[in-house]
């Protein structure tokens, strides 16, 4: 039975609630501080990507550093640190080279967090069954829509600028959580694992796994870009747009809490998939130029497109990924779903300044590939189910 309350339940979930509480100010409405200094729309496209195509070289050796000695503590903590110290900077940015630069080195301190809480907290569900990784990980949707609703209100009251001010200060929430909830030396993540276990390839199964995931996730790209904006042009005011953000949040909040327990229990490919079919369904309605109650409907989509898809893929790297290397692997992911984000949000800027909503649409060719891998990948593990991974 999973436990619904207990001390190490109250410090992951509290761990998560901090960082998604920064990203939930981040996400909607750092867009729209870039264009409050001017910057062109296919620039906003470059700035935005830029975190992620860091994140593409960034993310798998940072989180390698978990595997050793440097451990997930000392990772998170140096992470929040870097946010501390160079989000006030971009308050003096003049110009769009400066942003950019400053943006990269931001993003190399984000890109560790994260997987970095995903990764100890799926260590956590393996060795303790009983903990539930979707309600330890929903604590993070909850706040993350309790940002949206209070960003959205800060930023029609005091302007954009209000945004950078929230991202200097939440870092210290972040590190109070990390102290308490992640060992001081990794022990936690280590238990089960094979110490000076000869490094091997991951499974190959798990690399199409992992590309299908991360491609179902790309398809957000246009989304995080430019929804915002997009909803700004139609009109809506930025207390609704922290709405929009939150309808897809709730919804998203009760596919954690009760599919979450999927992870350290099956392969997750079944999530994988549904969030793969939702996203081509979402991003070509989107498309069409929907009022406010279509668009509110269209973002509890979002439980699927990212909830159910990101507990699949969680449950993926838990069962299938080698227990030495579990670091390894959860960096992998996380810079291939950059690498398909960056590509996305790149290319989104480019086609939202020619042709507006339907950048929408031209996100849901990778959720159809992504459905077509994960079948590839369930016949594969249908026919070899002596998986080589880690159990769980």
């Given at each position: 039975?999973?436990?619904?309350?207990s001390?190490a339940s109250?410090?992951?979930?509290?761990?998560?609630?901090a960082?998604?509480?920064?990203?939930?100010?981040?996400?909607?409405?750092?867009?729209?501080?870039?264009?409050?200094?001017?910057?062109?729309?296919a620039?906003?496209?470059?700035?935005?990507a830029?975190?992620?195509?860091?994140r593409?070289?960034?993310?798998?050796p940072?989180?390698?550093?978990?595997?050793?000695?440097?451990g997930?503590?000392?990772l998170?903590?140096?992470?929040?640190l870097?946010?501390?110290?160079?989000?006030?900077l971009?308050?003096?940015?003049?110009?769009?080279?400066?942003?950019?630069?400053?943006?990269?080195?931001?993003?190399?301190a984000q890109?560790?967090?994260?997987?970095?809480?995903?990764?100890?907290?799926?260590?956590?569900?393996?060795?303790?069954?009983?903990?539930?990784y979707?309600?330890?990980?929903?604590?993070g949707?909850i706040?993350?829509f309790?940002?949206?609703?209070?960003?959205?209100?800060?930023?029609?009251?005091f302007?954009?600028?209000?945004?950078?001010?929230?991202?200097?200060?939440?870092p210290?929430?972040?590190?109070?959580a990390?102290?308490?909830?992640?060992?001081?030396?990794?022990?936690?993540?280590?238990?089960?694992g094979?110490?000076?276990?000869?490094a091997k390839?991951?499974?190959?199964?798990?690399?199409i796994?992992?590309?299908?995931?991360?491609?179902?996730?790309?398809?957000?790209?246009?989304?995080?870009?430019?929804?915002?904006?997009?909803?700004q042009?139609?009109?809506?005011?930025?207390?609704?747009?922290?709405?929009f953000?939150?309808?897809?949040?709730?919804?998203?909040?009760?596919?954690?809490?009760?599919?979450?327990?999927a992870?350290?229990?099956?392969?997750?490919?079944?999530?994988i998939?549904?969030?793969?079919?939702?996203?081509?369904?979402?991003?070509?309605?989107?498309?069409?130029?929907?009022?406010?109650?279509?668009?509110?409907?269209l973002?509890t989509?979002?439980?699927?497109?990212?909830?159910?898809?990101?507990?699949g893929?969680?449950?993926?790297?838990?069962?299938?990924?080698p227990?030495h290397?579990?670091?390894?692997a959860?960096?992998?992911?996380?810079s291939?779903?950059?690498?398909?984000?960056?590509?996305?949000?790149?290319?989104?800027?480019?086609?939202y300044?020619?042709a507006?909503?339907?950048?929408f649409?031209?996100?849901?060719?990778?959720?159809?590939?992504?459905?077509?891998?994960?079948l590839?990948?369930?016949?594969?593990?249908?026919?070899?189910?002596q998986?080589?991974?880690?159990?769980?």
């Open positions: 039975m999973p436990l619904p309350f001390a109250v410090r992951l979930s509290a761990l998560h609630a960082s998604f509480f920064s990203h939930g100010f981040y996400l909607p409405f750092f867009p729209i501080w870039l264009k409050s200094r001017d910057l062109d729309p620039v906003i496209g470059i700035v935005v830029i975190p992620i195509m860091v593409i070289l960034a993310t798998a940072l989180l390698s550093l978990a595997d050793r000695s440097f997930p503590r000392r998170l903590l140096a992470s929040h870097g946010q501390m110290v160079v989000f006030p971009l308050m003096f940015a003049q110009d769009s080279a400066t942003i950019i630069a400053l943006v990269a080195l931001v993003a190399i890109a560790a967090v994260i997987p970095g809480n995903d990764l100890v907290t799926t260590a956590a569900v393996q060795n303790d069954p009983r903990l539930h979707g309600r330890l990980r929903g604590f949707s706040s993350f309790i940002a949206n609703i209070v960003a959205g209100y800060l930023v029609g009251a302007g954009a600028d209000i945004v950078l001010a929230a991202l200097t200060v939440i210290l929430l972040c590190m109070a990390t102290i308490s909830a992640v060992p001081a030396h990794g022990a936690d993540l280590s238990a089960r094979s110490a000076g276990a000869p390839g991951l499974p190959a199964v798990l690399w796994v992992m590309i299908a995931a991360a491609m179902t996730q790309g398809t957000h790209g246009a989304l995080n870009a430019f929804a915002s904006i997009y909803w042009s139609q009109g809506f005011a930025d207390s609704v747009i922290g709405y953000w939150a309808a897809g949040v709730i919804a998203e909040i009760v596919v954690f809490m009760v599919l979450g327990n992870v350290g229990r099956g392969s997750g490919l079944g999530l998939a549904i969030g793969a079919a939702a996203a081509v369904f979402r991003f070509t309605l989107m498309s069409f130029h929907p009022g406010a109650a279509l668009t509110l409907g973002q989509l979002h439980s699927l497109t990212f909830g159910a898809s990101h507990i893929a969680m449950a993926a790297l838990t069962a299938l990924a227990l290397a579990r670091g390894r959860q960096g992998i992911y996380g291939l779903a950059a690498l398909f984000t960056a590509a996305s949000t790149i290319a989104s800027g480019l086609i300044k020619e507006g909503a339907a950048v649409a031209a996100m849901a060719p990778l959720g159809a590939i992504g459905l077509v891998l994960i590839v990948a369930s016949r594969m593990l249908k026919a070899q189910p998986r080589a991974g880690a159990g769980g």
